[in-house]
């Protein structure tokens, strides 16, 4: 039995959209227990409304709130009732396995890093999330944790993102991308410049550099970039399907054959529409904390929630953390072998 | 009369396309001079193919060229007789108003950085790009000529962006946002922050940071980020559509209603293909050198060198360089005043 725990208070709709969706994940996922934290009688009422048919759901008390406003460290390290530093704590205490919050996410990210911490050998933790592309959902990773990374923190998203793509998107060797504004070696930034070599001499399918052109296609199953412009990338992501449709529906306005035909093509638009849903995805993973936690968008719908806890109980399940920790020994090992076989070469030369 | 060179030799498909575009824009604009610069015989094999009915086209030798692959700097230093280098010397000497290339980006940008420099006052020149969007086009800058600007080289792009958003596309008060990966001034990186605050304290239209879904909608007229954003960001616009596209054809061949649908809707589609065509930007100015110097993508058709021509004719007969030389002083005396007058006041205090 796997138990994930849901900071009840997070997100824009507050604990009602919250609670319909662990019902929701309830019913139909029963190998999941949820354990909702956050204000007893504001859960239980919204309990009340929903039939909880198969799965469990207990609530937790946490009597405090952080707000979407609220400075993320500060919150946390003042709010110690809070629902997400509970819901952290829990997990913490080996009482969850997981948890997701659709809260603050700059206060989820402090609460794990401040009362769980790094997996070991891990420097910075980062946010990877499945976009959608002509090729099936690719993992892009960071996507807002960390603007600045350094070229190792950049090497070491790869190792997570490939991960995670194999282990919860099934990919079998998953190709690796490093988003950049030239394929040659030689561009972008020096910390990019550098995690090419890192990638280039590791074990992982690294691809090269891809530019933004490559985002859609799906030419990597793992886009790696800093979090600054993945997160500007994830938000167009977000927009650009709807400006899409908006600009058909003002063509067609123009043209009676075109508003038929687009009268026509509906269902079809609809299920575009589905396929590159974010409520889909549910979630992302924070990847590099010693434990395992999804993060969701605020305006998350209760299907978002629903589908954020079951991608929790996937992480669970399929060790994805210690398949990281996996990852990192084997390229820190391939490393020393390299520089142990270059020592004896120079002494040659002496 | 305006007299505009144009780098015959760059671009992908060679002289062929770089010429028919030169003869498209000479029968179109007859007010401007065409200056076609590289190997004469090339040159004048592929005018021979064309009738120049109105305008103006003439040929100026200059033998060698700069390859795609060519490290700009080196290149621009020993290849004295380039295509580009010879048709920026022209413009130094003003035997031509404006240059227009297709050929590698990066000499184009060296040798107007060596040969003409910047204007007064500009720190580093950037380059600005018309993006569609759901209101109309907003100028996006800098897509790609410096991947680490200083906040006041971003102020600088702000202000030269909504000149040229102004007087090339006729944007009243154009509105300016900064791209961001948050709404609050406290977010991004230590330039932006800088940045927000000289923009707010300016006389541009500041609304503030803006974030990745906003891009599409066209919230600001004009988007500023640094080169490496806005490169990223201007690729995944230029493969959207196509993407958008192919998303449609697969799907509406599972089903033969909508097939008719969007049989009957392919007037509508080829023209919201029309409408975001890169073809009608036809380039983007490097704007900030002392010169007016159009960049064409590598893969422009003969429509974009035409349109490209326009663009460089519409920067000169605008005096789009002097009108950004104002923008730039007007802050700087503003700048002046508010020091001033934060002396006497704490002179007061004393």
Redesign the interface.
Known sequence: MIRVGVDGMGGDYGPAVIVEGAVLAANDFPHLEIVLVGQTDALKRELNRHKVLGGKIEIQEAPEVVGMGDSPVAAIKKKKNSSIGVAVELHKKKIVDAVVSAGNTGAAVAASLLILGNLPGVKRPGIAIGTPT?RGISVTMDV?AN??PSAEELFQYAVMAETYARYIFKKKKPSVGL?N?GEEETK??DALKEAYKLLRDSHLNFIGNI???????GKADCIICD???G???????????E??M???KR??K??P??L??????????N??RQ??NYEDAGGAPLLGINGNIIISHGISSAKAIRNAIRVAGELVANRVNENIMDGLTLNLNSRADTSSQSGPQLQEKN
Do not use: H, Y
């Open positions: 002509l807002g603007i600045n988003l504004i972008g930034t530019e933004g052109r490559d985002f859609f296609t979090g600054f412009v997160n500007v990338v994830l938000k167009m992501c977000e927009s650009v399907l400006v899409c908006e600009l058909i063509e067609v123009k043209n054959i075109s038929l035909g687009a009268w026509l093509c509906k269902p079809t638009l299920a575009i396929q590159t």
